[in-house]
């Protein structure tokens, strides 16, 4: 890792299903058994993983344009349902692990900001036992939603850290513009739900396809 002085960026800020936990099949499969359950179309692979990242609420709004609102309650129960069937199976994905102790050793201050609850990022934090390598996290019930800037903001305030001093990293377009809505800068990976093109119409500083590839361009730009 480079020296404290010359790194560009010293707040490291990760999405977590689809960045870091190998979640986003569950994620997609629970959205559409729910619709499913409640005599919804069912959305296509490509919907139901747009939305992931997104507060609940509007999740299910996107997936469900013409559910009524008196019934979103009803399709938010079915999510959970399928969703904590699975839950505890949930990976990170291979490397994950290693590259934050990588990051944490170096000094780096590491965060996490994610479309799930407090209630579920701190069940998952727990289940994998890294919660101690976060010096701040962020979750989509705790004020706006991504891609709103409010959640990234916070965290910036949190540590003190400038946006110019901060790097979002995420596999989503929620993702790369809630860094750009909070003036940060973002790296976009590949492996989770949003496809490449889509990310890359977002301009993030680059656009890694695996944990091995996040790792080594971490070493060399922060």
């Known amino acids: 890792m480079p020296e404290l002085a010359s790194r560009r960026f010293r707040f490291v800020v990760f999405d977590w299903d689809g960045t870091l ?8 499969a629970a959205i559409q058994q729910a619709c499913r ?6 959305p296509d692979d490509t919907a139901a993983r747009y939305v992931i990242g997104l507060g609940l609420a509007d999740a299910l709004r996107h997936v469900a344009p013409g559910l009524a609102p008196e019934r979103h309650r009803d399709l938010a129960i079915r999510y959970r349902h399928h969703y904590l069937a699975g839950d505890p199976q949930i990976p990170l ?5 290693g590259m934050l102790d990588e990051l944490n050793d170096a000094g780096l201050l590491l965060g996490v900001a994610t479309g799930k609850t407090r209630v579920g990022l701190n069940r998952a934090l727990e289940q994998q036992g ?4 976060f010096v701040a996290t962020r979750c989509a019930d705790e ?3 991504k891609p709103n800037p409010d959640m990234l903001l916070y965290l910036m305030d949190r540590v003190g850290a400038e946006p110019s001093e901060t790097l979002m990293i995420g596999d989503t377009t929620h993702d790369l513009e809630l860094a750009r809505n909070a003036g940060a800068a973002a790296v976009a990976v590949s492996y989770g739900a949003h496809a490449s093109a889509g990310l890359a119409r977002c301009g993030p ?3 890694l396809h695996s944990i091995e590839e996040l790792r080594h361009w971490l070493q060399s730009n922060t």
């Open 143 to 145: 004020g706006f939603p």
């Open 130 to 133: 890294i919660g101690n390598r």
């Open 21 to 28: 936990a190998d979640s986003t099949a569950l994620i997609a």
């Open 205 to 207: 500083l680059a656009l």
């Open 93 to 97: 994905f291979a490397g994950a692990r």
């Open 37 to 42: 359950d409640i005599g919804e179309p069912v």
